[in-house]
């Protein structure tokens, strides 16, 4: 069976590594971005789009079915957005779009970067809004629903000062945590392998079977993560 995947978020600090390890899984591999990622092969079909209000524009060609795993790892800051208004509309809003617009396609298994904080009653904006995405999602009903909840990203990110120095000041103690914690900071690499590898295994699981499946939601969180990307010297 050709295994295909459709991606957005792709040039982030997870996507890109993302795009990377699914291409060596699936034999078609959709990229809808505003520019091209930094990795591309003969498997990848890139499709660019300059504002994602005009999302569904794009979804009348790009070939999407039942057969198609679709992958979010889109996202920003309120400093990058400008405005709360702004955030919500990257971060909730073009999310929860992608995600109804593969539904109707008929996508059944969806992947989903999203926070460790994620709670509808935080005071934080940006962990209400990660909170508010997730419900969204979960309530489409697809039939695998895998949500990924890291900690601070490690990796170069464009324009988060805060996230710079934080991780500057955890590679001065990192070795003396144990990746036991559930805070403990994760690369953007070993997320977008438990991704991979999270899609890798449903579709394993899946591959056989006869018996209709029921909606399943599964929560990642970032100590399992840690967990399953773990080398083992």
């Known amino acids: 069976m050709q295994r295909k995947a459709i991606v957005i978020g792709a040039t982030g600090l997870v996507g890109q590594h ?37 999302l569904a524009e794009i979804f009348t060609s790009v070939g999407v079915d039942r057969k198609t795993d679709a992958f979010s790892c ?27 617009l593969c539904q109707q396609k008929g996508v059944e298994n969806f992947f989903l970067l999203s926070s460790m904080n994620a709670d ?44 710079s120095i934080g991780q500057k000041a955890f590679q001065l103690i990192s070795p003396l945590v144990s990746e036991s914690l559930s805070l403990h900071p ?16 449903i579709y394993e699981r899946n591959k056989y079977r006869t018996e209709p499946m029921t909606q399943q939601v599964d929560v990642i969180e970032n100590k399992q993560m840690l967990a399953m990307t773990r080398v083992k010297h």
């Open 120 to 163: 509808m009653d935080s005071r934080f904006l940006y962990n209400r809004v990660k909170a508010e995405t997730e419900q969204s999602i979960i309530a489409l009903g697809f039939t695998q629903l895998v949500i990924f909840r890291p900690s601070l990203l490690l990796g170069k990110h464009k324009g988060r000062p805060l996230e």
């Open 18 to 54: 993302l795009v990377k390890q699914l291409s060596e899984l699936y034999d078609t591999l959709i990229v809808i971005a505003r520019r091209p990622p930094r990795y591309i092969n003969a498997s990848m079909r890139f499709y660019q789009v300059n504002d994602f209000d005009n």
């Open 74 to 100: 889109l996202g920003t800051t309120k400093k990058q957005a400008g405005s709360d208004e702004a955030f919500r509309k990257v971060d909730r809003d073009y999310n929860v779009n992608f995600a109804k």
């Open 186 to 201: 994760i690369s953007a690499k070993r997320v977008a392998s438990a991704m991979a590898m999270s899609a890798h295994g």
